[in-house]
């Protein structure tokens, strides 16, 4: 299970939520064997969620099998994404949850959109697997 190394303790019960959204998000993505997985905290810095969680998938079957994963794996605790965008073949899905915006990328899309570079002032939050 991931947990937090040095992220500042939650103080709100909404601070919490985004927290575990995140983790779960990054756990099961890590289950399913997707790369480089990353958790960019962007409060403060955008209104559209309280985090980014961002992974990498080899191949357009793990691209499928981590989306569904996250879907079901969610599901169960009874969080649905509000709207997902793209196709498994553009090499982007991006599920939003409200709090926390997941985006599943191919390699090569990952390099070209550079989120990390976009939102550089984002801190991260540490995952530890």
Request: glycine share 6%.
């Amino acid at each position: 299970m991931f947990l937090p190394k040095a992220v500042k303790q939650p103080t709100t019960e909404k601070d919490e939520r985004f927290l575990q959204i995140t983790l779960r998000i990054a756990e099961i993505s890590a289950d399913k064997k997707a790369r480089d997985i990353r958790a960019l905290d962007v409060r403060g810095l955008t209104l559209v969620a309280d985090s980014f969680v961002l992974c990498t998938a080899t191949s357009e079957l793990q691209l499928k099998a981590v989306f569904n994963a996250v879907i079901e794996g969610l599901k169960e605790v009874g969080i649905a994404p509000l709207r997902t965008e793209g196709t498994f073949r553009d090499g982007w899905l991006l599920m939003d949850y409200g709090v926390v915006i997941f985006h599943i990328f191919r390699e090569k899309a990952r390099e070209f959109y550079d989120l990390e570079g976009m939102w550089g002032d984002a801190p991260e939050i540490p995952l530890a697997g």
